[in-house]
Nanobody, 126 residues
């Protein structure tokens, strides 16, 4: 089992930056792939970025590639999402997720994620 708590959301102007953090508890986080998803008002949850247990193979949705960066610090049981050049369309609740697998699985629902945080709200004003 992995418990996840996101932080770092807030209000930012377009073009600005935010860094989200995901604090994990549970003995398996350091061997778990993790990911970030988001859900905008009135829309379905969508994939943002994923990373393997070791921090390798970062993968991004086209909409954020080149602007967002995902990484992790297993010694601190933390995951991160750096968001730069934010746009109003990035406004959403952002969720951290972790998997029972060491690698994310693009062919599976939710990239194979099994555990979810409650989310943190990011609002980008124009």
């Amino acid at each position: 089992q992995v418990q996840l708590v996101e932080s770092g959301g807030g209000l930012v102007q377009a073009g600005g930056s935010l860094r989200l953090s995901c604090a994990a508890s549970g003995r398996t986080f350091s061997t778990s792939a993790m990911a970030w998803f988001r859900q905008a008002p009135g829309k379905e949850r969508e994939f943002v970025a994923a990373i393997s247990w070791s921090g390798g193979s970062p993968y991004y949705a086209d909409s954020v590639n080149g602007r967002f960066s995902i990484w992790r610090d297993n010694s601190k049981n933390q995951g991160y999402l750096q968001m730069n050049r934010l746009k109003p369309e990035d406004t959403a609740i952002y969720y951290c997720a972790a998997s029972d697998s060491s690698s994310y699985l693009p062919g599976k629902e939710n990239y194979g994620m099994n555990y979810w945080g409650k989310g943190t709200l990011v609002t980008v004003s124009s």
